[in-house]
């Protein structure tokens, strides 16, 4: 008994913030952040609190943190500018005391507590079309006091550990805490319930992601309108982003063929069985911290063709191909070699499934708290 209160008491108790749920796209920054929690939930060492700005209602499914949230006085657009224009309200206000905070995204809430801070990405410093001006001013502001303030910056790759030392950040202040992934077995009735479902007859190439630039969509549909001879669809998954025209963009398959079916967000009981079934999943980012949607492929069977030179290369490693986002041939290419031989694609299949094995989210959870007891005096 007395082991058991000495361990309570040297639990450390961590505010998160966990804002981005409410997102209008809750993207990959808020899956991310949502596997730590919840493995970081699963131990005896941290005891988590969420912070959120204040909402009437819980964040859409499967956003919805696994830990209580307590929430600030101010909405989220005016909490962000209070907190990088008048460094106000401390994010104590809402938890009172804790060891440690972690912000999860480059919104820095100012505080008593060390600060941890995660970075997903700086796409936005190598090229600010990929956001919008608005998203360019708060990013900077944003990096700026992550670069001041935070004891300790967390990213999930190499690709954007680079990108933070570059834009000046103190290279003994960074730690790479890689995602993971929760796979689950997909049975074959699965798959074809879904492609019942979404009318999905042919082989098909699978895109999932944001609608915005830097996702490269423009470069699959290009890619895929060279493989115009063979009886195939382009399957899209992901929200509508912004600064892209995917109407335009998809004016290059008019005649040719293949059928393009635009799905919106799906929920995981409908996104797996499509990873599971697809003939390739094509993802040639331009540019990415991370990369979940290529690891979600992989875990659930789908060959991968992904983009070399950036952090998407240092999730699939060997187990996927990888091409230069920017050749378009290149890409038409890869997804040939995949579409064209059954036994390549049944190897990528269980090459990315042991790759994939390797990202568990309980490791994000073991090197994160080791981050919270670094900083800790």
Same mark, same amino acid.
Request: a negative charge; charged letters at 20%.
């Given at each position: ?18 804002e981005?749920?409410w997102?209008?796209v ?11 929690v ?17 909402h009437g209602?819980?964040?859409? #499914?499967?956003f919805?943190? @696994? +830990? *209580? &949230? $307590? ?10 500018e =209070?907190w990088?224009?008048l460094?106000?309200?401390?994010? #104590?206000r809402?938890?009172g @005391? +804790? *060891? &440690? $905070?972690?912000a999860?995204a480059?919104a820095?809430?100012p505080?008593? =507590? ?7 990405d700086l796409?936005f410093?190598?090229? @600010?079309?990929?956001v919008t ?7 900077r502001r944003?990096t700026e006091l992550?670069r ?7 990213v ?6 680079a990108?933070?030392?570059a834009?000046g ?6 730690r790479i805490?890689p ?5 689950r077995p997909v ?6 319930t879904?492609?019942?479902r979404f ?7 699978l895109?999932v992601?944001?609608?915005e630039?830097r996702k490269n969509?423009?470069g ?5 309108a060279?493989?115009?001879d063979?009886?195939?669809?382009l399957v899209i998954?992901g929200?509508d982003?912004w600064n892209?025209?995917?109407d335009?963009?998809l ?9 393009v079916?635009r799905?919106?967000?799906l ?10 079934g697809?003939?390739v999943?094509c ?6 911290g991370?990369?979940?949607?290529v690891?979600d ?5 789908a ?5 070399a030179?950036?952090?998407?290369a240092e999730?699939?490693?060997?187990a996927?191909?990888?091409?230069d986002?920017?050749?378009?041939e ?10 064209d031989d ?9 090459a990315g499934r042991?790759?994939?094995a390797?990202?568990?989210w309980?490791?994000?959870?073991r090197?994160?708290a080791?981050?919270y ?5």
């Amino acid at each position: 008994m007395w082991g058991q209160n000495h361990e309570v008491e040297h639990r450390r108790r961590v505010a998160v913030t966990l804002e981005q749920c409410w997102h209008r796209v809750p993207g990959g920054t808020a899956t991310s952040i949502l596997g730590t929690v919840a493995a970081l939930a699963r131990r005896t060492d941290v005891e988590v609190i969420g912070v959120a700005a204040r909402h009437g209602a819980q964040p859409a #499914e499967p956003f919805n943190p @696994p +830990v *209580d &949230v $307590v929430q600030l006085p101010l909405p989220r657009l005016a909490l962000y500018e =209070a907190w990088h224009g008048l460094r106000w309200p401390a994010i #104590e206000r809402a938890t009172g @005391p +804790v *060891d &440690v $905070v972690h912000a999860t995204a480059v919104a820095v809430p100012p505080t008593r =507590a060390p600060l941890v801070m995660t970075i997903h990405d700086l796409a936005f410093l190598a090229d @600010p079309s990929l956001v919008t001006r608005h998203g360019n001013r708060f990013f900077r502001r944003g990096t700026e006091l992550a670069r001041r303030h935070a004891r300790l910056v967390l990213v999930p790759s190499e690709a954007t550990a680079a990108e933070c030392r570059a834009a000046g950040f103190d290279p003994e202040r960074l730690r790479i805490v890689p995602w993971g992934v929760d796979p689950r077995p997909v049975s074959s009735s699965e798959v074809e319930t879904v492609r019942d479902r979404f009318g999905l007859t042919r082989p098909y190439v699978l895109f999932v992601g944001t609608v915005e630039p830097r996702k490269n969509l423009g470069g699959v549909i290009d890619a895929v309108a060279g493989l115009a001879d063979r009886e195939l669809d382009l399957v899209i998954v992901g929200p509508d982003g912004w600064n892209e025209d995917l109407d335009q963009r998809l004016g290059v398959l008019d005649g040719s063929g293949v059928g393009v079916h635009r799905l919106g967000f799906l929920p995981p009981r409908d996104l797996l069985p499509l990873y599971a079934g697809a003939g390739v999943f094509c993802f040639p980012s331009l540019r990415e911290g991370f990369g979940m949607p290529v690891l979600d492929a992989m875990a659930h069977g789908a060959p991968v063709v992904t983009s070399a030179g950036t952090a998407t290369a240092e999730v699939a490693g060997d187990a996927g191909l990888l091409v230069d986002p920017l050749d378009t041939e290149a890409i038409t290419s890869a997804l040939a070699s995949v579409l064209d031989d059954p036994t390549r694609a049944d190897q990528m299949r269980v090459a990315g499934r042991e790759r994939a094995a390797r990202f568990t989210w309980d490791h994000t959870a073991r090197l994160t708290a080791a981050a919270y007891a670094e900083v800790i005096p």
